[in-house]
């Protein structure tokens, strides 16, 4: 529910008159007399994709743990 609030309180609605995305943005296209576009965003080398200033690791979490409990 809190993610949706600068959207209701932007357009004046409440979220649960929608049900499903299309609905929602058909209803943004009515508010600003144009068509929606999905754009790409350019890497700016800052922050990743993901939002993330940290690089990401991945662990076997089940090896790690086996190789813990044989001690």
Known sequence: MSKTVIFEEKY?????????????????????????????LDDHGIVSSRGSIFKIKKYDIDHRFDETIKT
Do not use: C, M, P, Y
């Open 12 to 40: 004046g609605v409440n979220i649960d008159q929608f049900s499903t995305t299309a609905d929602i943005e058909k209803f943004i296209e009515n508010k600003t007399h144009r068509k929606l576009q999905v754009i790409k």
